[in-house]
């Protein structure tokens, strides 16, 4: 982020260096006379040599992207839940509830102000996490449903058959084809697994926030939620993230050509493991 910046076309942005300027001009125009002009170009120059290469105000310019790219980001991400089907949506904003919930129970159970950090942080983290995922999961799955895979076995089968009796040219031809949907086939068990590892891994996700929220509700200690592993689930968010990027291309491996069941298979939304709503908790 830092290498993107400018701190010279920020600082030049800077409200107060913008309304400086307009009151020089003001007052050279009000005063028909060059030396409010000469006055606000050496400050700004002084501004300029001093202000975007000092270190206090760069780190109040990277905050300021931060929180702006941050911002960004949920604006994305809430824009993306709503193009979810009704049950992916129900899956999203339930676990976000759930969020809320073990919040609002830790403070209760605590009587603490604040939620720890550490806690709400890495809550919105694997929630965050979570949204990503099933918009992974939901094109995969999607796209898995525009192939019949029984297609490319029965072209498969075909081709065989045709080799026996094929001269040499066309042997060639027929071959390089078999190969290619030999790895079609491939491509399509290898989306398939990635499919089932993704689900498994929302999953995780969702008990480990009813786990979270079990732990707060009967934890003889604030001191002993700390047990929870935060670190395991969010190392395997970025482990599964890992491989799904790795294995993206394979969605391109597909030719938009490639032959379609006449019967339509309808997307199977993401089947969340949440079914009703979570009563509030005594104690």
Known sequence: MKDKLSYLKEA????????????FTAAAAYTQS?????????????????????????RVVE???????????????????????PREREAVEYLRWMKNQICANYKKFTRAKEVPAHIDGNLQI?????????????????????????VIQNQIMQIERQLQQADAPTRHLQERNLDILRQRLKTFDDIEKSVKR??????????????????VVTMPTPEHIASLDFDSLLSGIEMTKEFLEETSPMLGGF?????????SLPS????????QPM????R
């Open 268 to 275: 199977e939304p993401y089947n969340s493991t949440f079914r």
């Open 63 to 85: 905050g300021r992207e931060v929180r702006r790219l941050r911002e960004q980001r949920e604006r994305s991400r809430e824009e993306l839940i709503k193009t979810f089907e």
């Open 255 to 263: 030719d938009a050509s490639l032959e379609r069941s006449p019967v």
């Open 126 to 150: 694997a929630w965050e996490s979570f949204v990503d995922l099933l918009d992974m999961y939901r094109r995969r799955k999607n796209h898995l449903h525009t192939i019949n895979r029984q």
């Open 12 to 23: 030049l942005k800077e409200p107060l260096n913008i309304w400086s300027m307009v009151g």
């Open 198 to 215: 993704v689900e498994a891994q929302l999953q995780s996700i969702e008990n480990f926030f009813g786990l979270v929220n079990d732990q």
């Open 279 to 282: 009563k509030q908790t005594e």
């Open 34 to 58: 060059p030396i409010p002009l000469a006055m606000g170009a050496l400050l700004e120059v002084s501004y300029l040599a001093i202000v975007p290469a000092s270190s206090i105000y760069r």
